[in-house]
């Protein structure tokens, strides 16, 4: 059985950082897409960035510059680095994985239950 476990988040100030880090764990063959998304209040949960195994990164246009994502494919893991936080950067931040967990089907996505950052003003 995949799990997916976000930690990291806490309260901050304006202008300071947080590092989120991503685990997935079980009966995996191989990750493709690792990714965080956030969702903040009365609004739908958005992608904040993400990476392929090979190492192609996206940005949300709203935290390039600020953010960066990494990986460790040995070790299954994935983290948001993020600096210059800003209020509207408060949310709940989640993790999601494209795990391949066997042979000849196609990968499944798996959510973790998320992480809350604040960043007080």
């Known amino acids: 059985q995949v799990q997916v476990v976000e930690s990291g988040g806490g309260l901050v100030q304006a202008g300071g950082s947080l590092k989120l880090s991503c685990t997935a764990s079980g009966s995996i063959i191989s990750i493709l897409t690792m990714a965080w998304y956030r969702q903040a209040p009365g609004k739908q949960r958005e992608l904040v960035a993400d990476?392929?195994?090979?190492?192609?990164?996206n940005y949300a246009d709203s935290v390039k510059g600020r953010f960066t994502i990494s990986r460790d494919n040995a070790k299954n893991t994935a983290d948001l680095q993020m600096n210059s936080l800003k209020s509207e950067d408060t949310a709940v931040y989640y993790c999601?994985?494209?795990?391949?967990?066997?042979?000849?089907?196609?990968?499944?996505?798996?959510w973790g239950r998320g992480t809350q950052v604040t960043v007080s003003s």
């Open positions: 999601n994985a494209n795990i391949r967990e066997y042979y000849f089907r196609p990968e499944s996505s798996y």
């Open positions: 990476i392929t195994r090979a190492g192609k990164i």
